[in-house]
């Protein structure tokens, strides 16, 4: 049992270019969630999705686009990279049954640095 | 903008002492829950507390919650030098206001000197 795993875990790119960032969970939990990290900032919400198909913004999505195509698997894509997407990303889920907790499981982050 | 926002941003201790964190939020509850983050790695979760509910423990740790100040407090007894981490509070995901997701604080580096 992996829990979450995030491909890949360090990339470097230059201004303009794109990359995918991939998450995956083998929990069959229904949300799953991308957040940035960046020093001083905790964890700010970037888009989530509520189950297979579905894609919802969150506090910070400019610039990002995500598709939940399998209930396994979350995209986070950068279409033109900038030095302000310069973060570490970090990808949750959690079970959606009623009586939860709330309690995310996250990945081991994936560390984005744009020249 | 920051749901939750901790107090102190960093703390350094004795192994052996007493930590205490607090957490500070703005809107009504349901939850809130308790995060730890080692250095270079994901966020794991320590501790749920419910809005009807004003302390709790699990082993060594302690939450305490006041919802009529909007407060939090993690402490953690006899810390150990494995306690070095960021920790983290977290509000949501609450089905009634239709929040999805939790909102995390910028969180309390704690450091424990062997």
């Known amino acids: 049992n992996a829990g979450v795993t995030q491909t890949p875990k360090f990339r470097v790119l230059k201004t303009g270019q794109s990359m995918t960032l991939l998450c995956a969970q083998d929990?069959?939990?229904?949300?799953m969630y991308w957040y940035r990290q960046d020093p001083g900032m905790g964890l700010r919400l970037i888009h989530y999705?509520?189950?297979?198909?579905?894609?919802a913004k969150g506090e910070v999505p400019d610039g990002y686009n995500v598709s939940r195509l399998k209930k396994q698997n979350f995209l986070l894509g950068l279409e033109s990279a900038a030095p302000s997407q310069t973060s570490v990303y970090f990808c949750?889920?959690?079970?959606?049954?009623?009586?939860?907790?709330?309690?995310?499981?996250f990945g081991e982050g994936s560390r984005l640095t744009v020249l | 903008s920051q749901q939750g926002e901790e107090d102190p941003q960093a703390l350094s201790i004795q192994e052996g002492e007493n930590a205490t964190m607090n957490c500070s939020y703005k809107t009504s509850i349901n939850n809130l829950q308790w995060y730890r983050q080692n250095s270079g790695r994901g966020l794991v979760h320590l501790i749920l507390i419910r809005s009807n509910e004003r302390e709790k423990h699990s082993g060594r740790l302690r939450v305490t919650l006041d919802t009529s100040k909007k407060s939090s407090s993690l402490l953690i007894t006899a810390s150990r030098a494995a306690d070095t981490a960021s920790y983290f509070c977290?509000?949501?995901?609450?089905?009634?206001?239709?929040?999805?997701?939790?909102?995390f604080g910028s969180g309390t580096r704690l450091q424990v000197q062997p």
């Open positions: 999705s509520v189950g297979e198909g579905t894609t």
């Open positions: 949750a889920s959690r079970d959606s049954g009623t009586g939860r907790s709330g309690e995310l499981f």
């Open positions: 977290a509000t949501g995901p609450e089905a009634d206001t239709g929040r999805r997701a939790l909102t």
């Open positions: 929990m069959n939990h229904e949300y």
